[in-house]
Each structure stands twice: as C-alpha cells, then as structure tokens.
C-alpha cells in the first residue's frame, strides 16, 4: 500500500529503516484480533502456560518488522543461555524495539509497548500481524515468505496506541508452481501428512538443544565461552523465494 509522504504511517516505517531494520509495516490490531491464529490458538496452545490473549484496549495498531538473516550469517541465529536475547539476531531485534518504542513516544507522542517474541508472555501473533502489515504472506512451509529475502527473517512487534492505516495485505503467491523443496528436505518429516506438524519440527530442536557446543566468546560478541545450539533451518534454506540473499 502506498503510503503519503508524510503520513505518520510512512515516517514510523522511515524511521524503522533507519535504525536498521530490513522490513516493517503496520497492521490494525482489529485486524489481528479477526486471523485464524487468534481463533484458534487458545483452542489448541502449544506451550501449557498459555494463558490466552489478553491485549490492553489502548492498543490499536502493531509495527512489526523484520530483521534478515542471511545464509552468509548463521551465527545471527545460534542461541546461547549468555546472549543477551538469547541469538546475537535477537539482540539486534530487542535494540531496534526499544529505541523504536522510545523515539514513538518521545517524537510522534505515541504510547508503544516493545512485545516478547513469545505469544504465550504476551506477545501478538508476528506471522499474521506481517501478512496483515504486508510484509509476505504464510507459505506452505508455515513460515512468512517475504518478496525481499524470502523465509530468512525474523520478526517482533510493537503495540501503539493509536489508529494506524495498515500497510497490507500484499498480492504475493510464492507457493504457486513451487515443487516445495521446504518439505523435502526436513529431516524429521514434519510436512508428510500434508500439513505443518509442530511437534514433529519441535523433536529436531530439542535434539540440538541436547548436543550444544561450546564456542569461544569472541563468536557470539560476548566476553566468555557458553553452549550454543545451531537450530534446523533447512526448510528456510531450500525456499527458492530470494535465494541470492
């Protein structure tokens, strides 16, 4: 969606931009509150703590953007106990939302809340809330595919309290004609009865969480050796959307 010039919309995803971010939109919490994923999560949580969604009223608007994690970088995506944000990735995204937080406040006079990436500590469904702001669509990897970098991002959001023009829905198929070598290559078969299997992604996880490797300080930008573990991310590897980044 095209945005005017100098809209509130479009100096907030300026601004955005110019604290590093790859991509970010906008979408109405309206909006979010009408996905399939706020229907139906509290029907089937996965995490047992889930408590539900309990958004404050004030809330009328998320930012939410993206941080690209290349090929070329997979150290942005290690987690270690010792990081700060757990993934030096994370780190960058938690920098990026606070000082966004900071400056919605301080310039605009925008109340804004830095979300967890967690939607069972309050955060807000990071997928949806893309699609909605137009940053990709749900690919049949169950991940979000992004015109820019395809499934190599990650994500986190802000609450606004304010009413803010959405910057989506994009026209965007990136599943149409694809052989889907996302399912192919997952080692545990996650995507064999034709649909996502969380739990079956959730077993190659914890299988690297159980064979972490020390590496040196230096690797991780942190003073002292820790465990890291390196996640399975073949199916975002073998999408064919954006591979050259």
């Known amino acids: 969606m095209a945005l005017k010039e100098n809209s509130i919309e479009a100096k907030i995803l300026a601004k955005a931009k110019e604290l590093g971010v790859s991509l970010a939109g906008i979408a109405s919490i309206s909006d979010l509150k009408a996905s399939k994923s706020y229907e139906i999560y509290d029907k089937k949580p996965f995490y047992e703590e889930y408590k539900g969604v309990n958004w404050r009223e004030e809330h009328k608007s998320v930012l939410v953007f993206a941080l690209h994690h290349p090929r070329s970088e997979p150290v942005l995506d290690w987690w270690s106990m010792k990081v700060p944000g757990f993934t030096p990735g994370n780190r960058i995204l938690r920098r990026q939302s606070r000082q966004l937080?900071?400056?919605?406040?301080?310039?605009?006079?925008?109340?804004?809340?830095?979300?967890?990436?967690?939607?069972?500590?309050?955060?807000?469904?990071?997928?949806?809330?893309?699609?909605?702001?137009?940053?990709?669509?749900?690919?049949?990897?169950?991940?979000?595919?992004?015109?820019?970098?395809?499934?190599?991002?990650?994500?986190?959001?802000?609450?606004?309290?304010?009413?803010?023009?959405?910057?989506?829905?994009?026209?965007?198929?990136?599943?149409?004609?694809?052989?889907?070598?996302?399912?192919?290559?997952?080692p545990r078969k996650a995507f064999a009865s034709g649909k996502f299997e969380r739990d079956l992604c959730k077993q190659e996880t914890d299988l690297r969480d159980a064979t972490m490797e020390m590496l040196d300080g230096d690797v991780m930008g942190i003073e002292v050796p820790s465990l890291v573990a390196k996640y399975c991310r073949k199916c975002e590897f073998a999408c064919p959307v954006a591979q050259n980044f």
């Open 101 to 186: 937080r900071i400056w919605l406040g301080e310039e605009l006079g925008i109340g804004a809340l830095s979300l967890p990436y967690q939607i069972e500590y309050g955060g807000c469904f990071l997928k949806d809330a893309s699609v909605i702001a137009g940053l990709g669509v749900i690919g049949k990897n169950n991940l979000l595919v992004t015109p820019e970098f395809g499934t190599r991002v990650r994500l986190r959001g802000i609450f606004m309290e304010a009413e803010l023009e959405p910057t989506g829905p994009i026209d965007f198929d990136p599943c149409s004609g694809c052989d889907m070598p996302c399912h192919r290559v997952c």
